[in-house]
């Protein structure tokens, strides 16, 4: 019986790796598969891992439909034994559903990858639709650790070094003032503790740096 697999974990612990990985077993056993991504690192439709793996994957786009995809090419006479889907976060519920439905009416294996909650700390639409429905869900064993070096948890968003909690979940260029440079925008895994505190690795080095202050006023 075919399955809807949910791989998840938090940036830098190995899901895109993992997705290449799994799209290679199952290549080669005989295997003909389809991969599929969304706002990849690489800013290209490819599926890339930061080990520097990469492979051609099709783009998923706000209307991209995988019933219709799976049929059309079904009908035209060709050949799909499971799906790759990575960065399912971004995808949306209706499309988590139309996985679902590939999966159950045409017994082809789905296997996601993607983290479940945004730099808010709040659940992906797409991660949260795939919680309630995913036949399997599986957290990465490879854990990210934090500046601190206890295990990760959430993913943070820093925007001109300043840790931030608010804004679009997707940034594309949209953090900046019409009249200012575009902000420098980065992401780093903390445990819950920092994220809490807004205490970034470099945060904390440039206050382990701070002077003492003097014993008197």
Known sequence: MAELHFFTGTMDSGKSTLALQTNHNHAARGRVGRIFTTHDRSGKPVLSSRLGLTHDALEVGADFDFWRYVVTTLTAGGRIDYLICDEVQFYSPDQINQLAKVVDELQ?????FGILTDFRTVMFP??????????????????????????????????????VTEGDVVVVGDVEAADEPPAEVAYEVLCRQHHRRRLTAARAKAVSLAPEPLPFG
């Open 108 to 112: 082809i294996d789905v296997f996601t």
């Open 126 to 163: 797409g991660s949260a639709r795939l919680v309630e429905l995913a036949d399997r869900m599986n957290v990465l064993q490879v854990e990210a650790l934090c500046w601190c070096g206890k295990r990760a948890t959430h993913n943070a968003r820093t925007e001109d070094g300043v840790m």
